[in-house]
């Protein structure tokens, strides 16, 4: 029979090799790996800027976390997960929200918690209720409270260790010899004493690896936000939220309540609100869901800082507001084209 | 009205997907040779498929009726070619199934001539009449869903109409079906127009054509008739622009309550090649038995702006347009979008094939499906504001009824959330298949 034939490329001999597939054929470039992948380079400047103010131990601290997330998901996850680049996310978040000392044991085992029992036990990537990084933090601080509160002062050679990083397994820190520093949020707690501004801005503080420079985390995350590889409307309602919060406060007694700026740019609240609360698989879906999780968090975290016995509270907020994201998501459906709205019918 | 202060020339949500027009949109529409052989379904429109009425043996002249309309909701098939009809069978058809259809081996050595008239003449005509005519020349809608066009021009009483919107979105990426037609045959679409409104009885008509077609904007433009209120809206680049409800929200600004017809918002809406076409029926008095398709892609060798008869096989087609290239692996009917893709070169092209496109191996190479990571992009691209990631999860579970709670009955199947889903779950294929599900769970109620 006459046709395109042999030398058109429908036929290979006899056999018709035409692709067959439900439409639409014509897929956008974005994927779940890229988006993942391009979160994992963004991490690259902030884990940088963590070694730039805690020397190698930052290096150590973040290596030991990833290398538990990354082996738990390889050995318990799906085949081939870890190419997907969650894990490594999951493991290096992890590691910017400990103390530079931190034995490197605690971290692996946090970042193995965080992604078996934050993740994989939920059925892996996408079905997780908890943000993995924030759940295996959370465990590290019901086990070893004392390690995770233990903020190194600076040191004079920025080579040297900033802790007992290589404590052995199962020991405790030797934590005898070290001098420590409160960060910014203790040491307005406990001790009433304020942080320059612009410390906070770039970084110049004690605190977890990576919650120190405010500024940097803002500026990948609108890049983030740009690429749509985050939803927007998340950290802007958290911050938004903290501001005029802890401004009305602030209004009120300015003596008792430190400022907003102090607020936004002290302790974890831009990584939490750039990078843990925007996790995509544990905030709401909906448009308007975003913004009631994002204002709740915002809430909970002033809360917790300023009438909670904790010195921060971004972690607990971000939890509690993960627990609510199944509720959020069934109140704020949207309302579907060519139907009346709910308030609409109820009066109509 | 206090929506009006919104009025856009766009839709909420809707992907944009890489236009691909530049293959076809400059070239000049050709008329095919007819083919040694054509292949009528009688299931070439949406509604009850014709019922055959030649037998194989028999000679049959072009624009012959050789399918007839079963009821009102169904059209007569006419067969593009003279010949000897070979036979009544089984063939494979643009959707993936089989359907009854007349195989005729065309007479290579007729002139095919046209036929004596056999749809009248339009002047004088009162609009029952039109509407009669409309359906015995076999006209459906030409822009994808060949809904036949003739109960579209009779609203029920209860439902005044007072617009046409002429549909020239042709937001489908690779085809330019509409917009060589609307380059080409200005005169005829305004004409179209002009018998529509008539028939109809309406005063105002619009014509949206998107704003990558700036040459069919001005032709339409510079034929305007003076005597009648026609339009041209320009409307931003977007997919599904050329979806009916989209469509007719823009123009109007108001939205087709779920379930119910663009009647009711007191609008009709025709896809400009369907216009084109009853201008053409009452102009020659010839019936539908030819359409202009368009053949793109990088998978075809000499991408091509086609006027087919109906019923010419894929093969046929392709060989006219020098055929695959050596890494041609997808062939589509209609556009990337919505269209089917096809194993079968018998195939035959119908009255509502837009186009074909061939894609490469790299474009058609299945996607590997991540599990869903609930980033919201499906929501925030589905024009009728569903949430597919639920429908998603739902149609997983095979959880149909709960599928329906959440409007899948709404979904029309346009793909966008497919397209932007970075997991690539194929969603719109699950609630494709979900409302295939929840209508036979129907019949078998009502029939129970």
């Known amino acids: 029979m006459s046709g395109p034939g042999r030398s058109s490329g429908t036929t290979r001999g006899e056999e018709t090799l035409l692709r067959i597939a439900a439409s639409p054929h014509v897929h956008s470039p974005h994927s779940t790996p890229r988006i993942m992948w391009t979160v994992n380079a963004t991490l690259v400047p902030l884990v940088a800027a963590a070694v730039y103010w805690f020397g190698p131990s930052a290096l150590l601290v973040i290596g030991a976390s990833t290398a538990g997330a990354v082996v738990t998901e390889r050995v318990f996850g799906q085949p081939g997960a870890v190419k997907d680049g969650s894990a490594i996310i999951t493991g290096v978040l992890l590691g910017l929200i400990l103390p530079a000392g931190f034995p490197m044991w605690m971290a692996f085992v946090g970042g193995a918690f965080g992604i078996g029992f934050g993740k994989l036990i939920f059925g892996g990537l996408g079905q997780n209720v908890f943000n993995p990084a924030l759940l295996g933090r959370a465990f590290l601080q019901a086990a070893f409270p004392i390690a995770i509160t233990t903020w190194p002062a600076r040191q004079a050679s920025w080579w040297a260790l900033r802790g007992d990083n290589f404590a052995l397994p199962l020991m405790s820190p030797n934590t005898v010899d070290l001098v420590t520093a409160a960060t910014p949020l203790g040491a307005w707690k406990f001790e009433g004493t304020g942080t320059e501004v612009l410390d906070l801005l770039i970084g110049r503080t004690g605190g977890s690896l990576g919650e120190t420079s405010g500024l940097l985390i803002l500026v990948l995350g609108i890049f983030l936000a740009v690429k749509k590889y985050l939803d927007w409307r998340i950290p802007t309602s958290i911050l938004l939220t903290v501001a005029v919060f802890s401004g009305l406060l602030f209004l009120i007694d300015g003596s008792r309540f430190p400022s907003p700026l102090f607020m936004l740019f002290a302790g974890g609240l831009m990584l939490g609100a750039v990078y843990m609360a925007t996790d995509m698989v544990t905030s709401p879906v909906t448009p308007r869901g975003a913004w009631i999780y994002g204002i709740g968090i915002g809430l909970l975290v002033v809360l917790i800082r300023v009438w909670g016995g904790l010195p921060e509270g971004v972690m607990y907020a971000i939890l509690l507001m993960n627990a609510m994201v199944p509720f959020i998501n069934r109140a704020t459906q949207p309302r579907v084209f060519g139907h009346e709205r709910k308030r609409e019918e109820a009066t109509a | ?448």
Request: glycine content about 8%; charged content about 25%; aromatic content about 4%.
């Open chain 2, 1 to 448: 009205m206090l929506s009006d202060l919104f009025r856009s020339d766009t839709f909420r949500h809707g992907v944009h997907p890489p236009e691909r027009k530049s293959y076809t949109d400059s070239i000049k529409i050709r008329r095919m040779p007819f083919p040694d052989q054509i292949v009528l379904p009688m299931r070439q429109h949406a509604g009850r498929p014709a019922i055959p009425l030649v037998k194989p043996g028999e000679r049959v002249e072009r624009a012959d009726k050789v399918g007839e309309a079963d009821g009102f909701i169904s059209v007569p098939i006419h067969t593009s070619a003279a010949g000897t009809v070979r036979d009544v069978t089984l063939w494979p058809h643009p959707d993936g199934s089989m359907a009854e259809s007349v195989v005729i081996e065309v007479d290579r050595w007729s002139p095919q001539v046209p036929r004596p008239r056999i749809v009248a003449q339009w002047e004088g005509l009162e609009p029952d009449q039109v509407v009669k005519e409309v359906q015995k020349a076999g006209v459906v809608g030409l822009g994808g869903a060949a809904f036949p066009t003739h109960v579209k021009l009779l609203p029920p009483k209860d439902m005044p109409v007072h617009t046409l919107i002429v549909n020239g979105a042709e937001c489908e990426p690779y085809l330019t079906t509409d917009h060589r037609t609307m380059v080409e045959f200005p005169e005829r679409v305004q004409f179209g127009i002009r018998i529509m409104m008539k028939a109809l009885g309406v005063e105002k008509a619009i014509i949206g054509v998107e704003k990558n077609k700036p040459d069919a904007i001005e032709r339409l433009r510079d034929t305007l008739p003076d005597d009648l209120d026609v339009t041209v809206l320009p409307l931003t680049v977007k997919y599904p622009q050329g979806a009916e409800k989209m469509l007719i929200e823009v123009v109007t600004g108001s939205e087709v309550p779920s379930g119910k017809l663009p009647m009711n918002v007191g609008v009709v809406v025709q896809n400009v090649g369907s216009i084109a076409c009853i201008a053409e029926i009452f102009d020659t008095g010839q019936p539908l038995i030819e359409r202009v398709v368009t053949v793109t892609g990088p998978g075809i060798r000499r991408p091509s702006n086609l006027l087919i008869p109906v019923g010419t096989k894929l093969r046929d087609v392709l060989e006219f347009c020098d055929g695959l290239t050596d890494d041609a692996s997808q062939i589509i009917f209609g556009g990337p979008m919505m269209g089917a893709a096809t194993p079968d070169l018998d195939t035959p092209l119908i009255k509502g094939t837009t186009g074909v496109v061939v894609l490469t191996e790299a474009q058609a190479r299945p996607p590997t499906v991540y599990p869903c990571i609930h980033c919201g992009r499906c929501l925030e691209s589905c024009p009728v504001f569903l949430n597919p990631s639920l429908l998603g999860s739902l149609a997983q579970a095979g959880r149909y009824e709960e599928m329906e709670d959440s409007h899948l009955m709404d979904c029309m199947l346009c793909g966008s959330c497919s397209y932007v889903c970075p997991s690539h779950i194929p969603l719109s294929q699950m609630f494709a298949l979900g409302k295939n599900m929840l209508r036979r769970v129907k019949s078998k109620e009502s029939a129970a």
